[in-house]
């Protein structure tokens, strides 16, 4: 399987339901935007097609997307492990 096999739209109604991968894609989506988060997956996509890149299954796919997606997000100088509600503090 390549990765073009697995929409944009596809990945978002996975991220929903698997923790690796609605984390990062949350927390893009609420910061930067979703079209920067499509432009995330798109370049994904297209750079592991073009390195023919082989995957056994769909979830491989996005669990390699969430991956590069963190490390995308600890480039831009974001947490380097985000945790869901880790923006609240506890003095709420």
């Not at 739209?9 to 990062?24: F, G, I, S, T, Y």
């Not at 935007?33 to 082989?54: I, R, Y």
Request: some cysteine.
């Amino acid at each position: 399987m390549i990765a073009s096999e697995v929409s944009f739209n596809q990945m978002r109604v996975v991220a929903k339901n698997l923790e690796d991968l609605a984390v990062p894609t949350s927390y893009m989506q609420v910061e930067y935007g979703l079209g920067e988060l499509e432009a995330c997956w798109d370049g994904f996509v297209h750079t592991s097609d073009h390195n023919s890149q082989s995957f056994k299954n769909r979830k491989e796919v996005l669990s390699a997307f969430a991956n590069a997606l963190n490390e995308y997000l600890e480039y831009l100088g974001e947490p380097a492990s985000l945790e869901v509600g880790s923006a609240f503090s506890s003095d709420s």
